[in-house]
């Protein structure tokens, strides 16, 4: 396992709160990756990491925000929880070298009421 | 870009019986290929990846995939079940490029496997 902890692991919210999900690694990994699980969607992709301060958008991020200040830690901002932000995410990270694959935290199940 | 398209979304087995997973890809560049499994509360594991060479790859716990570049496909196979085998599947794909090399998924393959 590539030493990936997620928290918290279970969350619910009000709708309109803001909510911010953490991701660590351990293993000093470059690039690092946001997804939500969804029924009938598989995985898609929120938001990425190719480094510190090196963020890019995925599939599926408007309403979300990420942040990287370190190597180690990536984090998810849901500005305003909404209902349709209730799902399951999910953390990866992968290493600098080619031909690797990704490696997954065990995800945090998200709320909104 | 890349789409992913897993054919059966549910799949019941009975035990000691093969099974196949299918895994249709569509991609405009050269692609890696995956396939990840995920029990239950728990997060992706990786099965089997196929990144060059022979075709036929094998993973852990028995599984193999065969890559079929004319069908774009990359079917997940085992020829004998067990009750532990009960598990989501996935199947996702990357390009080959030298950036983020992000994972497109497929919506899922709910394997069922019945003593």
């Known amino acids: 396992d590539a030493g990936i902890t997620q928290s918290p692991r279970h969350k619910v919210t009000e709708t309109g709160t803001p909510v911010t999900l953490r991701c660590h690694q351990t293993?000093?990994?470059?690039?690092m990756y946001w997804y939500r699980q969804d029924p009938g969607h598989g995985l898609r992709l929120i938001h990425y990491?190719?480094?510190?301060?090196?963020?890019d958008k995925g599939e599926v991020s408007d309403g979300y925000s990420v942040s990287r200040s370190k190597t180690e830690d990536f984090l998810l901002t849901l500005e305003s929880a909404t209902s349709s932000q209730t799902s399951v995410y999910f953390c990866?990270?992968?290493?600098?070298?080619?031909?690797?694959?990704?490696?997954f935290g065990q995800g945090t199940r998200l709320t909104v009421v | 870009a890349q789409s992913v398209t897993q054919l059966d979304s549910q799949v019941p087995v009975f035990e000691e019986a093969p099974v196949e997973l299918r895994c249709n890809y569509s991609?405009?560049?050269?692609?890696?290929l995956f396939w990840y499994v995920q029990y239950p509360n728990q997060g992706l594991q990786l099965l089997l990846k196929?990144?060059?060479?022979?075709?036929l790859v094998k993973g852990i716990n028995g599984f193999e995939a065969e890559f079929n570049k004319s069908q774009t496909s990359f079917h997940l196979r085992k020829p004998s079940v067990h009750i532990s085998d009960t598990a989501e599947y996935f199947c996702a794909v990357s390009d080959q490029g030298q950036g983020a090399q992000k994972l497109v998924f497929g919506q899922g393959t709910r394997l069922t496997i019945n003593p």
């Open positions: 990491s190719y480094g510190v301060k090196d963020t």
């Open positions: 196929y990144l060059s060479g022979s075709t």
């Open positions: 293993e000093n990994h470059r690039y």
């Open positions: 991609s405009s560049v050269s692609v890696y």
């Open positions: 990866a990270t992968r290493p600098p070298l080619m031909n690797t694959e990704a490696f």
